[in-house]
């Protein structure tokens, strides 16, 4: 062994050591440095790794996109507040942050207000019991509580909690748990999409759930990158090849995509009409989905 | 296994670990403080999609652009990594868009037609053989308009 090499071991010790002690805040973003310690050798380095992200739509995007399509709001189809105790697995409470957020986001698109602040203390709970208390917590309520009438400003609120709590996740080596709020997220509002198709049935909703397609392979890319540690993570992958089972017979557009301008803004455009489904086809994903979404908050 | 080598591997992992959690929580306050202001007026999209990234390195995000919908797609990286490559794809891998780093564009705003999946591919650029290799924060935000 050489002289860096005998070295070098306790210096890393002692800068991660001086690093982590510094407090939960983090460093401020100008002092992102290299650390040549931790750069064994540049060879090791360059040998190409490939990240690979999921980009599930958020359910605030999600309740946007119902709005737009001419969803109606139906406060019946949202999982009970009483219910939030029942969580007492992290993975359940995980995949019910998840729903609780979906219907969070819902209520506030929606501008259900009071609604909104019922689901946004069971999101607060399920987030204490899973740690995540620097992401949301009391200030984040009280901040929320003061702009109940400012609708913009609420959602805002929403939003950067949502991505704090995910982001939180992710940086404490918790992804599998960030995965099964996505999930969980994600099923809510596919749930809430079919159910108010079935009183409120539109070609812009069927549209929109059919394209679900596309977020749901992503998604079960997402899941499967993680190792299942326990049942419930394992459950969720049964539960998302199910419905993949009944996505694949809906007809996509063919793949590819055009680019003109607009006014200056690149106008991205497909090859062939939009997706939709048969009356069949969004029976059987609602009656499916119905039956997930029920196994998570009961 | 000597005395020595049973103490300090350990040490080792448990420094590696703290300096790999540090660092990815450096680059969330990065993020957070540098790249979503430069969203607006686009709402970001609430998925943290950042990591840190090396010369020769790539990431990739897959994504949905819905119909109706107007988007920004940037790609924020921490000065010390320098510019970086990034392109967005189509399901036959057909260049949409690109920015090279000799002449970088940070974002790239787009109004979807039609509902298409797509991908964000990020390279950093290899530097000469003997610079020091620097790690960097990379984040790959969406945001759309409401």
Redesign the interface.
């Known amino acids: 062994m050489n002289f860096m090499c005998k070295h070098s ?2 210096v ?2 002692l ?3 001086s ?2 002690g510094c407090g939960s805040e ?4 100008d ?6 310690t ?2 064994s050798t ?1 060879a090791e ?17 999600t309740a ?2 119902l709005k ?1 399509a001419g969803a109606e709001y139906n406060s019946k189809i949202l999982n009970d507040v009483k219910n939030v105790d029942r969580y007492t697995a992290a993975s359940q409470q995980a995949l019910n942050l998840g729903v609780y957020g979906a219907d969070l986001s819902y209520a506030s698109v929606f501008n259900h207000t009071q609604e909104s602040m019922f689901y946004t203390s069971c999101s607060r709970k399920l987030a204490d019991r899973l740690g995540v208390t620097s992401a949301f917590n009391d200030s984040t309520l009280e901040l929320m509580q003061s702009k109940m009438n400012d609708r913009a400003a609420l ?2 609120i929403i ?1 950067e909690t ?3 709590v ?3 996740l ?4 918790r992804d599998n748990i960030s995965a099964l709020m996505i999930a969980g997220g994600w099923v809510e509002g596919l749930y809430i999409a079919t159910q108010v198709s079935a009183s409120n049935d539109t070609p812009e909703l069927r ?2 759930i059919a ?1 679900q397609k ?2 749901l ?2 998604l079960v ?1 997402l899941i499967g990158a993680y190792q299942a540690e326990d049942a419930r993570l394992e459950g969720v992958k049964t539960d998302l090849a199910g419905l993949q089972a009944l996505f694949a017979q809906v007809a996509m ?1 063919a ?3 055009t ?1 003109t301008q ?1 006014n200056g ?6 090859n ?1 009409p ?2 939709t489904l048969t009356d069949e086809q969004l029976k059987s994903i609602r009656e499916k989905t119905a039956t997930i979404r029920n196994s998570y908050i009961n | 296994m000597t005395y020595r080598n049973r103490l300090v591997r350990p040490a080792f992992l448990v420094a590696a670990v703290a300096l790999s959690i540090t660092a990815s929580a450096q680059c969330r306050s990065f993020a957070k403080n540098k790249c979503v202001p430069e969203l607006a007026p686009y709402k970001f999209n609430e998925t943290f999609n950042a990591a840190q990234l090396a010369p020769g390195e790539e990431a990739e995000v897959s994504l949905t652009f819905y119909s109706g919908q107007d988007y920004r797609v940037m790609v924020c990286t921490h000065p010390i990594l320098g510019e970086v490559n990034w392109k967005l794809v189509d399901e036959n891998n057909k260049v949409i868009f690109e920015s090279l780093a000799d002449e970088p564009k940070h974002h790239f705003d787009l109004k979807a037609a039609n509902t298409v999946p797509m991908k964000v591919v990020v390279w950093v650029p290899n530097k000469g053989s003997g610079a020091m290799v620097h790690v960097g924060c990379v984040a790959i935000m969406v945001g759309f308009k409401e």
């Open positions: 071991w306790p890393a010790v800068v991660a050591a690093l982590v983090p460093a401020a973003q002092q992102l440095n290299v650390d040549a931790v750069d540049k380095r360059l040998a190409t790794t490939k990240k690979i992200f999921y980009n599930i739509p958020s359910p605030m995007e946007a996109l737009k959602l805002d939003s949502y991505w704090d995910d982001a939180y992710k940086d404490n080596g549209q929109r394209e596309h977020s392979g992503d890319g557009p793949p590819g995509a680019v607009e803004t690149a106008v991205i455009g497909g062939s939009a997706a």
